[in-house]
């Protein structure tokens, strides 16, 4: 126990109140973290033990009325971990069998001598010591399953071995693969071999072994084919259990399911490449007019790249304004115009005399409006012919 740790509550429950008061007397003595209050009856510490919280107990066990293993059995009925010590002057091997039946923690004779307080004490010390460091053991198991069971994914303890047999899986096992925890527990099912895409197989231990001899650790996209023969996009994360032998590594990770998010990337990537392949100038502005996102056709307007025009005040808005009494792109901005259409002429840097044609609309998401969509058409050539 830690010495600079909390006081430690005893009941102490003997039917000789002297020697009771001597025994709490001289355990303070032996450590001023001991608190003992005692009881002279079963029936009399039942009712203190349901009034307080106490660290452990400490009984008798020749009591009238009821006998200390029969006042364990009572504690054990309402306070089943409480550390419980039978401290008592009638010892036999049938009180002790009794006591390990009865769930007692600790089982100690009284002694003639002084050195008795001092192994009793520890014998406190080390059954409340025991029991806390478990309690935070329970506690801090009891979070870790709250948190896998809310986890999106599995997580897993396995062997770093051929097919990457599963010693422990948690979590979302049978949405994700369509297999019980079972199934890769007894090995009938094994991950590397029945459910990696065999496609991905080779890539994924090369991924897995680099990482390991680098630093233990690993990261890795891949498919997977589910028990109804379904392929699904994988991330994992993953490392070498601290202590485990290079060889035969144990392995500890996490798995979630990303094919809704590879899906979103294709299809977002599908648009870039439609927007980027537009011949007309397309972007979107921020609330403050400046350059959000471009597409190809407006920077090789202005003769720059998207990433050095992105952040960079628009040069339209301020023609466009110019031509208004009002604010108009303000108008859009504040949800009191649903489109700005118009042509405009002027200078642009990189670029020189230009008439274009605009269309601008509000960007709204969740119902806000947060930019502003904009697409413009150089027309020079056209207005010049019509002029």
């Known amino acids: ?74 504690v054990r009925q309402h306070y089943p971990e409480l550390p419980f010590i039978l401290y ?30 001092t192994l009793l004490a520890n014998r406190i010390r080390n059954a409340v010591d025991a029991h806390r460091s478990q309690r935070k053991l329970d506690e801090r198991t009891r979070r870790l399953e709250s948190l896998i069971s809310s986890l999106p994914g599995m997580v897993y303890r396995r ?9 422990t899986v948690e979590g979302e096992i049978e949405p994700l693969t369509g297999y019980t925890a ?26 897995v072994q680099e990482g ?38 144990v392995l500890e990770g996490f798995v979630t399911d990303i094919t809704d998010r590879r899906e979103r990337e294709r299809e977002l990537r599908r648009y870039e490449r439609m927007v980027n392949t537009m011949q007309e ?10 350059f959000e996102v471009v597409n190809e056709y407006l920077a090789s307007f202005y003769g720059t790249s998207r990433d050095e025009l992105e952040g960079e005040s628009s040069q ?7 031509e208004h009494e009002e604010d108009p792109y303000q108008e859009l901005i504040d949800g009191d115009r649903d489109e700005l259409r118009g042509v405009v002429s002027g200078e642009f840097s990189g670029h020189g005399y230009e008439v274009l044609e605009y269309r601008l609309t509000p960007l709204e998401v ?22």
């Not at 010892?91 to 002084?114: C, N, P």
């Not at 100038?281 to 400046?290: K, L, P, Q």
């Open 1 to 74: 126990m830690d010495h600079s740790g909390d006081s430690v509550r005893i009941l102490h429950v003997d039917d000789n109140s002297n020697f009771a008061d001597t025994t709490a007397a001289l355990l303070e003595h032996e450590d001023d973290r001991l608190c003992v209050e005692t009881a002279a009856s079963a029936e009399q510490a039942l009712e203190t033990l349901s009034t307080g919280q106490y660290d452990c107990v400490v009984s008798d066990y020749d009591m009238p009325d009821q006998n200390g293993i029969e006042f364990l059995e009572a």
């Open 88 to 117: 008592t002057g009638k010892g036999s091997e049938e009180i002790a069998s009794d006591a390990i039946s009865a769930g007692v923690t600790d089982y100690l004779q009284k002694g003639s001598g002084a050195e008795q307080y």
């Open 159 to 167: 062997l770093n071995a051929p097919g990457w047999p599963m010693e």
């Open 182 to 207: 079972t199934d890769f527990e007894t090995g009938a099912v094994t991950w590397g071999e029945d459910v990696l895409h065999p496609a991905d197989r080779d890539r994924i231990t090369e991924t």
């Open 212 to 249: 390991l001899a680098a630093d233990g650790e690993f990261e890795m996209t891949y498919r997977i084919i589910t028990a109804d023969g379904a392929t699904k996009w994988m991330w994992e994360r993953g490392h070498r259990v601290p202590g485990a032998d290079a060889d035969s590594a």
């Open 281 to 290: 100038a397309a972007c979107i502005y921020d609330t403050e007019g400046r």
């Open 316 to 322: 339209l808005l301020p023609k466009i304004r110019s």
């Open 366 to 387: 969740d119902g806000q409006v947060t930019g502003v969509v904009a697409v413009t058409r150089e027309v020079t050539e056209q207005w010049e012919h019509e002029r």
